[in-house]
């Protein structure tokens, strides 16, 4: 089966300067190269749809690729652990060229007058997803003593005191502390 992202681009590197629009949607991981993440990493699933749009414009030795791609991730709460979903709408501006050496290790290889639009776009997405993802930026996390969700319900639990400072709580308590004037 051919893959969705392969571009043929044999009439683009014929006329130098040219540009061709490309615009299609595909599986993330049609063919399933890559390994599923971890059950708390942030992930695309494989059949999720990706939307690409490029401007290709041809020069002498390659094609720029310029546009947009966007497809939704998945993960979990670092401080919940509900899960979370997300959408990546990424700008991309990337060379094709026809033999990269050395000099071109950002670039991408164009091979046979076709561009493999895949590397592209799953290098793009994975380096976009979130690392630590919140379901949303005032999330108050789980109970340390209970467990409990405190974004859905409001517990009394105090925190458990630690031996090693509880001589520096009494310090907390006591009024008659002060500093003297001019120290901030």
């Known amino acids: 089966m051919?893959?969705?992202?392969?571009v043929?681009?044999?009439?683009?590197?014929?006329?130098?300067?040219?540009?061709?629009?490309?615009?299609?949607?595909a599986p993330f991981d049609p063919n399933g190269e890559f390994e599923p993440r971890g059950p708390v990493e942030t992930d695309?699933?494989?059949?999720?749809?990706?939307?690409?749009?490029?401007?290709?414009q041809s020069f002498s030795g390659g094609v720029h690729a310029r546009g947009s791609i966007e497809t939704t991730w998945h993960g979990v709460c670092r401080r919940c652990s509900?899960?979370?979903?997300?959408?990546?709408?990424?700008q991309v501006v990337e060379r094709f060229v026809e033999s990269p050496g050395p000099e071109d290790e950002e670039a991408y290889s164009l091979e046979h007058d076709a561009l493999d639009l895949a590397p592209l776009v799953h290098d793009s997405i994975l380096l976009e997803l979130p690392l630590a993802p919140l379901c949303r930026p005032d999330c108050r996390g789980l109970c340390p003593v209970?467990?409990?969700?405190?974004?859905?319900?409001?517990?009394?639990?105090?925190?458990?005191?630690?031996?090693?400072?509880?001589?520096?709580?009494?310090?907390?308590?006591?009024?008659?502390?002060?500093?003297?004037?001019?120290?901030?």
Do not use: I
């Not at 409990?148 to 907390?172: I, K, S, Y």
């Open 82 to 90: 509900v899960v979370v979903r997300g959408a990546l709408v990424l």
């Open 44 to 56: 695309v699933d494989p059949l999720e749809p990706v939307r690409v749009d490029l401007t290709l």
């Open 146 to 184: 209970c467990g409990q969700d405190r974004n859905e319900v409001e517990c009394d639990c105090a925190a458990p005191l630690d031996p090693r400072w509880a001589t520096l709580d009494g310090l907390l308590g006591d009024d008659s502390v002060s500093t003297p004037e001019g120290d901030d």
């Open 2 to 6: 051919a893959s969705p992202y392969v």
């Open 8 to 25: 043929p681009v044999a009439h683009l590197l014929r006329t130098t300067p040219a540009s061709a629009h490309v615009a299609f949607e």
